[in-house]
């Protein structure tokens, strides 16, 4: 139990006043941190959308405008998942080809290309077309339409798939 001894009117405070006296600004800052603490996961929640861009050998020089866009894609929407981009080979610092998925799952690839200061993505639906199995690639290989269109090299793409499903080797230097 509580006492409180009241003297007289001379008395300033007691104990019992000093406890109210605090409670305000006790209730301020838990309002205060309770708010910053959904603020802080607000921030988090966001920033955690952001994808990760995982250079796999470190011989490869890719440029870091390219990993700044990786980074600012949003491949996953939709998706709880935080998108991954694994660059596994780069040319000349305009080319790059990358694994991506969503999560820890890399599941498919694309094709970066630099023009001028700004980056493209070459998804697989308008870059890769079926091959026929009699020829140099099996399953899906690089529209030859596509890697005369963007002059990517051979060292990068050296075979590509015509429109009929029949691969050629890549031509330009």
Not at 4 to 24: E, F, H, N
Not at 84 to 94: L, P, R, V
Not at 135 to 150: D, F, N
Request: net charge positive; charged share 15%; glycine share 8%.
């Amino acid at each position: 139990m509580l006492y409180i001894k009241i003297v007289g009117k001379k008395q300033k405070s007691t104990y019992l006043q000093k406890v109210m006296a605090v409670w305000p600004v006790m209730i301020f800052v838990l309002v205060a941190g309770v708010s910053l603490g959904v603020l802080w996961q607000a921030h988090g929640s966001l920033s955690n959308n952001r994808n990760t861009v995982v250079i796999n050998d470190p011989d490869v020089k890719v440029p870091a405008s390219l990993v700044a866009f990786l980074k600012n894609q949003s491949y996953c929407n939709g998706t709880k998942s935080t998108g991954i981009w694994s660059i596994y080979q780069a040319y000349q610092g305009k080319f790059a080809k990358i694994a991506y998925g969503c999560g820890t799952s890399l599941d498919s690839y694309a094709m970066a290309i630099q023009s001028g200061k700004s980056w493209t993505l070459l998804m697989p639906k308008q870059y890769l077309l079926p091959a026929k199995a009699s020829g140099t690639v099996s399953g899906y290989g690089p529209s030859c339409e596509l890697v005369t269109k963007y002059n990517i090299s051979k060292q990068i793409e050296p075979v590509c798939v015509n429109g009929k499903g029949q691969s050629k080797v890549v031509s330009v230097p």
